[in-house]
């Protein structure tokens, strides 16, 4: 199974992707900021992070950056509310693989995985 | 036609004086003292002219006016309060109905003539009015028609709000002048240029954010199962210090992010108890702490908050091909005015009125409501209404599949 991190300052949020992605994944960590998320990535290098885009500290965008940096084959699907077209942008810049828009159900979450990290 | 901020500015003003004017005759004729709550003008569709109004009955007088500026007013007030003003004008008047209208036909004719004059005193210039007619009716109804126009189908509406001290007593004054005269009329009452908003583009923002308030009505659909649909949406132009008193001093629960770019300014979310209660639930069943909300629930208001902002500022940052970034939600739980004050003392710093951009929600299958507010801050509004390229309004959603191709 996938190892899979993930990134949301929402604890509602993490509880509801944890539910979704459990079944199929190993869910290795569950950070709240992007500085964590960075930490934690380096530490296990798990094969995909969902990363959520405004957190406190360091955003999602920031976050995917460096981790693309350390690791270019790094998985990494934006997974925010934010629906904006240089939002975006930025977050292809940053080297996203993918990007999935809140709210979500689970078909859209499994695609996108499916995506980036084919079964 | 440009609006300019001097001329809002200058109108408000106006509104608020003849308001005064209005409430300093009532003082004098019934000896009770009251103050001029709220004055604010609002550009909003015509459908949704008087929408505040619903399920109340109302009593008061109408008048139409001609001249500088033309159109329809009303003075209006709880039905319930016509015993209480019958007989503070005559002592027993409430005991007869013929002598409680006319009572209501006279207040009402004494405090729209100086609500009138003053206009027409500071537009230098003369309104002629109408002999005030009763009206007794519900919701709505008792409002004039807003003015036909074939290319507006958005109006402005003045309305002034005045609080009887002492008595639980207000009243409301409706004014929905014409369009052209209104037009011509702030056109001359501008100095400078420099500052003024085509209205086609202030009336395209608007229905830009008729679409974040249904994308965020979507949003709460999608989250919660509830059937939701986008109520009103409306663009208010009033003091700084008048801001807090809109929202009133029902107790919300609901999330205050700080939006940075252009516009920068404060967005809220705000339901109230029983909605948050009700919406939360419908996120994740879990059992209420007696009647306290739990850490689970407020966890997933915050997170409904996030999306919903999410929802209805994205479109202007699609239409405006830029980014409009937020803070993390910050949770509150007090009173309307409590949680405003603050947010409308920030953006006072640099601002004497503010644009205030209200939506409303709700739903008929359980009981539920939620209305978002933004201040944005008055110069990058302007800014963003002046890079607002009108034949892009409907780009309001990106194609993610496309940019990540």
């Known amino acids: 199974m996938p190892d899979v991190l993930i990134a949301d300052d929402s604890e509602f949020m993490r509880n509801l992707l944890r539910e979704i992605l459990e079944e199929d994944h190993t869910i290795v960590g569950e950070v709240e900021n992007g500085v964590e998320a960075v930490e934690v990535y380096k530490e296990q290098t798990?094969?995909?992070?969902?990363?959520?885009?405004?957190?406190?500290?360091?955003?999602?965008?920031?976050?995917?950056?460096?981790?693309?940096?350390?690791?270019?084959?790094?998985?990494?699907?934006?997974?925010?509310?934010?629906?904006?077209?240089?939002?975006m942008k930025e977050a292809v810049k940053a080297g996203a693989d993918g990007y999935i828009t809140k709210p979500f159900q689970k078909p859209s979450v499994m695609e996108a995985i499916e995506d980036v990290v084919p079964s | 036609m440009n609006v300019?901020?001097?001329?809002?500015?200058?109108?408000?003003?106006?509104?608020?004086?003849?308001?005064?004017?209005?409430?300093?005759?009532?003082?004098?004729?019934?000896?009770?003292?009251?103050?001029?709550?709220?004055?604010?003008?609002?550009?909003?569709?015509?459908?949704?002219?008087?929408?505040?109004?619903?399920?109340?009955?109302?009593?008061?007088?109408?008048?139409?006016?001609?001249?500088?500026?033309?159109?329809?007013t009303v003075?209006?007030?709880?039905?319930?309060?016509?015993?209480?003003?019958?007989?503070?004008?005559?002592?027993?008047?409430?005991?007869?109905?013929?002598?409680?209208?006319?009572?209501?036909?006279?207040?009402?004719?004494i405090m729209m003539s100086g609500f009138i004059d003053g206009w027409a005193d500071y537009l230098d210039s003369t309104i002629d009015h109408s002999p005030p007619q009763y009206i007794e009716k519900s919701g709505a109804e008792v409002l004039p028609s807003a003015p036909e126009a074939d290319d507006h189908r958005q109006v402005f509406v003045f309305k002034s709000e005045i609080e009887w001290v002492g008595e639980s007593v207000n009243f409301y004054i409706y004014m929905l002048p014409?369009?052209?005269?209104?037009?011509?009329?702030?056109v001359e009452s501008v100095d400078t240029e420099g500052d003024a908003i085509p209205i086609d583009k202030l009336q395209t923002f608007n229905e830009m954010t008729t679409n974040g308030t249904q994308q965020a009505a979507d949003n709460v659909e999608m989250m919660t199962g509830i059937p939701t649909d986008a109520e009103v949406t409306q663009?208010?132009?009033?003091?700084?210090?008048?801001?807090?008193?809109?929202?009133?001093?029902?107790?919300?629960?609901?999330?205050?992010?700080?939006?940075?770019?252009?516009?920068?300014?404060?967005?809220?979310?705000?339901?109230?108890?029983?909605?948050?209660?009700?919406?939360?639930?419908?996120?994740?069943?879990v059992e209420m702490d007696g009647d306290e909300l739990t850490e689970q629930h407020e966890a997933a208001i915050e997170e409904l908050g996030n999306i919903m902002t999410s929802g209805f500022v994205d479109g202007w940052a699609n239409v405006l091909q830029t980014s409009v970034d937020h803070t993390p939600p910050k949770l509150v739980h007090d009173m309307g005015r409590s949680i405003v004050d603050p947010l409308a003392a920030q953006v006072g710093q640099h601002q004497e009125h503010a644009f205030i951009i209200d939506s409303k929600m709700q739903t008929d299958e359980i009981e539920f409501s939620a209305e978002i507010h933004a201040l944005p801050n008055e110069q990058e509004l302007r800014a963003a209404l002046d890079d607002l390229d009108v034949e892009r309004a409907d780009k309001t959603e990106a194609d993610v599949e496309q940019i990540f191709e």
């Not at chain 2, 009593?59 to 500026?69: A, I, P, R, S, T």
């Not at chain 2, 016509?82 to 409680?100: N, R, V």
């Not at chain 2, 629960?253 to 919406?279: H, I, K, Q, R």
Request: proline fraction near 5%.
């Open chain 2, 235 to 285: 663009i208010s132009f009033a003091p700084i210090e008048d801001v807090p008193k809109q929202i009133g001093t029902d107790t919300y629960v609901g999330t205050v992010v700080e939006f940075t770019g252009v516009p920068s300014g404060y967005l809220m979310v705000l339901f109230d108890e029983v909605s948050a209660v009700n919406v939360a639930e419908a996120m994740m069943p």
């Open chain 1, 46 to 87: 798990p094969d995909l992070v969902m990363m959520d885009i405004v957190m406190p500290i360091r955003d999602g965008i920031e976050a995917t950056s460096e981790i693309k940096s350390s690791n270019p084959s790094a998985n990494v699907i934006m997974c925010t509310s934010v629906g904006q077209e240089e939002k």
């Open chain 2, 75 to 109: 003075l209006v007030f709880d039905a319930e309060s016509t015993d209480t003003i019958a007989d503070s004008m005559m002592p027993g008047a409430s005991e007869d109905p013929g002598m409680a209208q006319s009572a209501v036909k006279e207040i009402g004719n």
């Open chain 2, 178 to 186: 014409e369009y052209e005269p209104l037009a011509d009329a702030m």
């Open chain 2, 4 to 72: 300019d901020i001097q001329s809002l500015g200058t109108f408000n003003q106006l509104a608020h004086e003849g308001a005064k004017q209005a409430t300093q005759s009532l003082a004098q004729m019934t000896g009770i003292d009251a103050t001029v709550d709220i004055t604010k003008i609002t550009l909003l569709d015509r459908d949704d002219v008087g929408e505040d109004l619903e399920g109340r009955d109302f009593v008061g007088v109408q008048f139409d006016y001609e001249g500088v500026l033309e159109g329809d």
